[in-house]
């Protein structure tokens, strides 16, 4: 940006770096690093995502990406004392360019400096499956040709991966007493998801509260993103002014989620229409969602414990259980296919016996 001084040039006597888009305001580095904070304390503490002082323990899902280092950093410059942060960390089996090896140590490495205790989960470990095997899965089937049966097709291996993830994390959060779970699920993401959830008028979706999900329910973990009206843009700038290490790829899977191009095309909306992002946010989930959430019919199905894990849900199985049993089975069946094929076909033109 030009050379424009910072908003409160009479305290810090800095250039501007940075122009906030929603409320133009130009900043300094310190002044910007305290604005985000502000915002993040204010969301916190207005949706009682957790109550500083009192010691609770609260558990952040970290990834090694921009959105839960930068989340880290704020919540322990915000409150040094008086919560047990705790860092949990999903090794998802993703090895191409070193993905979940690199994040893995950048999450810890950050945990490490900042005093606090980082955690491990592996999904291949613990439910059989990483989300290479699901997407090795799915290339065998489709190369082959093979008949999909009951199951009708693969999904795209997000829509897996953010399955195993939310089930893993809650169940690390329910079995470990936390209060709280928090991510770092930022205002781009969070609109992005919101636009193609109106896109395909899924009403379900888009009643589902914003910042904070409550729960009354033992199991399930209340879950908080802290960087709900946080831009992505200013999350980038906030790991970069504040030198917060970070996994600067992305996810090799993420490039074939549709949800990226909605993404591009909402950020190109908010390049001429600056601000645009968060106050659709602040208002469809401060006048439309609450009218749609009335609207919707409540679920009038007894409630009962899943017969394989033991977590709330209408029918006798989990909807992650069910997921996850067809998987391994879709898994185990690629590779016996495989096996066959292998074995009847020649390796050579024409085929048949070779001596
Ligand atoms: S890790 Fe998993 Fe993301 Fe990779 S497979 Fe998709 S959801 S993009 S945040
Ligand atoms: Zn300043
Ligand atoms: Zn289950």
């Given at each position: 940006?030009?050379?424009?001084?910072?908003?409160?040039?009479?305290?810090?006597?800095?250039?501007?770096?940075?122009?906030?888009?929603?409320?133009?305001?130009?900043?300094?580095?310190?002044?910007?690093?305290k604005?985000?904070?502000?915002?993040?304390?204010?969301?916190?503490?207005?949706?009682?995502?957790?109550?500083?002082?009192?010691?609770?323990?609260?558990?952040?899902?970290l990834?090694?990406g921009?959105?839960?280092?930068?989340?880290?950093?704020?919540?322990?410059?915000?409150?040094?004392?008086?919560?047990?942060?705790?860092?949990?960390?999903?090794?998802?089996?993703?090895?191409?360019?070193?993905?979940?090896?690199?994040?893995?140590?950048?999450?810890?490495?950050?945990?490490?400096?900042?005093?606090?205790?980082?955690?491990?989960?592996?999904?291949?470990?613990?439910?059989?499956?990483?989300?290479?095997?699901?997407?090795?899965?799915?290339?065998?089937?489709?190369?082959?040709?093979?008949?999909?049966?009951?199951?009708?097709?693969?999904?795209?291996?997000?829509?897996y991966?953010?399955?195993?993830?939310?089930?893993?994390?809650?169940?690390?959060?329910?079995?470990?007493?936390?209060?709280?779970?928090?991510?770092?699920?930022?205002?781009?993401?969070?609109?992005?998801?919101?636009?193609?959830?109106?896109?395909?008028?899924?009403?379900?979706?888009?009643?589902?509260?914003?910042?904070?999900?409550?729960?009354?329910?033992?199991?399930?973990?209340?879950?908080?993103?802290?960087?709900?009206?946080?831009?992505?843009?200013?999350?980038m700038?906030?790991?970069?002014?504040?030198?917060?290490p970070h996994?600067?790829?992305?996810?090799?899977?993420?490039?074939?989620?549709?949800?990226?191009?909605?993404?591009?095309?909402?950020?190109?909306?908010?390049?001429?229409?600056?601000?645009?992002?968060?106050?659709?946010?602040?208002?469809?989930?401060?006048?439309?969602?609450?009218?749609?959430?009335a609207?919707?019919?409540?679920?009038?199905?007894?409630?009962?414990?899943?017969?394989?894990?033991?977590?709330?849900?209408?029918?006798?199985?989990?909807?992650?259980?069910?997921?996850?049993?067809?998987?391994?089975?879709?898994?185990?069946?690629?590779?016996e296919?495989?096996?066959?094929?292998?074995?009847?076909?020649?390796?050579?033109?024409?085929?048949?016996?070779t001596?």
């Open positions: 940006m030009g050379h424009r001084w910072c908003k409160f040039f009479s305290e810090c006597k800095q250039k501007a770096v940075y122009r906030i888009p929603h409320s133009n305001l130009a900043l300094c580095k310190d002044h910007f690093l604005n985000v904070e502000k915002r993040v304390k204010k969301l916190v503490e207005k949706k009682h995502m957790f109550h500083p002082g009192a010691n609770e323990k609260v558990l952040l899902a990834s090694g921009k959105d839960s280092q930068v989340l880290l950093t704020v919540l322990k410059n915000l409150y040094p004392e008086g919560v047990q942060f705790e860092g949990l960390y999903i090794e998802l089996g993703i090895a191409q360019h070193g993905y979940s090896a690199d994040s893995g140590v950048i999450a810890a490495e950050l945990c490490r400096k900042l005093g606090v205790p980082f955690h491990v989960i592996n999904v291949k470990e613990d439910y059989g499956l990483s989300i290479d095997d699901i997407n090795w899965a799915k290339r065998q089937f489709a190369l082959h040709k093979w008949p999909m049966g009951k199951m009708g097709h693969f999904k795209g291996e997000c829509s991966c953010g399955m195993l993830k939310r089930y893993s994390i809650n169940k690390y959060a329910a079995e470990n007493d936390f209060f709280a779970v928090l991510t770092g699920h930022n205002l781009t993401d969070e609109s992005t998801a919101l636009l193609n959830n109106f896109l395909n008028m899924d009403l379900m979706f888009l009643s589902r509260p914003g910042p904070m999900v409550d729960s009354k329910h033992e199991l399930l973990v209340p879950r908080g993103k802290p960087l709900f009206y946080v831009s992505e843009e200013e999350v700038m906030y790991a970069y002014f504040a030198g917060i996994l600067p790829t992305e996810c090799p899977y993420s490039l074939q989620s549709p949800n990226q191009k909605l993404k591009a095309e909402l950020k190109e909306i908010e390049s001429h229409r600056r601000g645009n992002m968060i106050s659709l946010m602040r208002r469809y989930y401060k006048v439309m969602q609450p009218v749609l959430k609207e919707l019919p409540k679920k009038t199905r007894e409630e009962r414990r899943c017969s394989v894990c033991g977590m709330p849900t209408f029918s006798k199985k989990c909807s992650f259980c069910r997921t996850l049993n067809t998987l391994v089975k879709k898994h185990r069946e690629a590779r296919l495989l096996a066959e094929v292998e074995v009847t076909i020649p390796d050579y033109p024409g085929g048949g016996e001596s």
